[in-house]
């Protein structure tokens, strides 16, 4: 009876130490190391039979600092949001509702100009859908916590565009795109035809 106790107490203590790395690997070192480092310290911790945590700790490959907490009555940092620097909310809807509805229009227009089979456009619930038969399918849609566009598209994928005031145009920020040429540009090669959006 004795040697069941302390063999199910030694296995209970296996566990709960996998467990206790399993957790320690999952949410402490992505945070605090490199996977670059993270991967050498796992490829010299098989090499040298060590337990992975152990030789992280050892080798200093993660830091021991962590970053301070911000009280309350402390400045804010530049992680912090500057909200002078968001878009009023109501200003957002103006301009992305003035956007998807000219371009709601304009695409009709254009899809009883070209009479293509499985041309089929629909806007409810703030979501405008172009359907281009076996071409594909475009969403465009309002973000309103990023102020943002949000579009689907079957050719480029997903972009997010944000306001731009010098350009008076919807821009995706990683490739300078703007939102009106871009769908003029990809709807017209789908198509076929031309689009004036």
């Known amino acids: 009876m004795a040697s069941r106790k302390l063999l199910l ?10 467990r206790t790395q399993q957790l320690f690997w999952a949410a402490s070192l992505p945070e605090a190391a490199t996977s670059r480092s993270l991967a050498a310290a796992v490829a010299a ?3 040298s039979g060590e337990s992975p945590v152990a030789h992280l700790f050892s080798s200093r490959t993660i830091s021991s600092t ?12 530049s992680s912090a949001v500057d909200h002078k620097l968001i878009m009023p909310e109501d200003e957002f809807h103006k301009l992305a509702d003035e956007t998807i509805h000219d371009l709601l229009e304009k695409l009709e227009e254009y899809g009883d100009s070209i009479q293509m089979d499985g041309f ?6 703030q979501v405008l859908t172009l359907r281009l038969g076996d071409l594909g399918t475009y969403v465009v849609n309002k973000q309103t916590p ?32 703007n939102l009106v040429q871009l769908l003029e ?13």
């Open 66 to 77: 962590r970053p301070a907490t911000q009280s309350a009555g402390d400045a804010p940092g």
């Open 185 to 197: 540009k990809e709807i017209g090669e789908l198509c076929g035809t031309p689009v004036e959006l």
């Open 120 to 125: 089929d456009i629909d806007y409810g619930n």
């Open 146 to 177: 990023n102020r943002q566009i949000w579009l689907s598209s079957p050719v480029s994928g997903p972009s997010r565009f944000d306001w731009d005031a010098s350009t008076d145009g919807w821009i995706y920020k990683r490739t300078g795109a």
């Open 45 to 47: 911790a098989q090499q």
């Open 9 to 18: 107490s030694l296995t209970s203590g296996r566990r709960l130490r996998s």
